[in-house]
């Protein structure tokens, strides 16, 4: 599986930004997909994952009531819109993909997008 993050950009405190993130290859409609933002210096961390079948969601408490996470099968997508956004949310947001079961760690995802940059100014 291929992910291509994109959306990141600068904006300021209070709006809002929507990444997406394209699957190729694999079985997309089968992966459970999740966002992981990593500000500097700092590691990699859980923000949000969604099952397969996007009926289920899970957020970090960081995020909750401000991110929301969806996907589309059909175009082998998975969004993040994030809105009330705060200096605080200023990271590289990657997306992952984890072909079986549930998972909130990095280190349960196999596979990685190269992340798209998310810069919030106060």
């Known amino acids: 599986v291929q992910l291509q993050a994109s959306g990141g950009g600068l904006v300021q405190a209070g709006g809002s930004l929507r990444l997406s993130c394209a699957a190729s290859?694999?079985?997309?409609?089968?992966?459970?997909m999740g966002w992981f933002p990593q500000a500097p210096g700092k590691e990699r961390e859980f923000g949000a994952a969604?099952?397969?079948?996007?009926?289920?969601?899970y957020y970090a408490d960081s995020v909750k009531g401000r991110f929301t996470i969806s996907r589309d099968n059909a175009k082998n997508t998975v969004y993040l819109q994030m809105n009330s956004l705060k200096p605080e949310d200023t990271a590289v947001y990657y997306c992952?993909?984890?072909?079986?079961?549930?998972?909130?760690?990095?280190?349960?995802?196999?596979?990685w997008g190269q992340g798209t940059k998310v810069t919030v100014s106060s």
């Open positions: 992952a993909a984890k072909s079986s079961g549930w998972g909130l760690r990095p280190s349960e995802y196999e596979y």
């Open positions: 290859g694999g079985t997309f409609s089968q992966n459970v």
């Open positions: 969604i099952t397969w079948s996007g009926r289920s969601t």
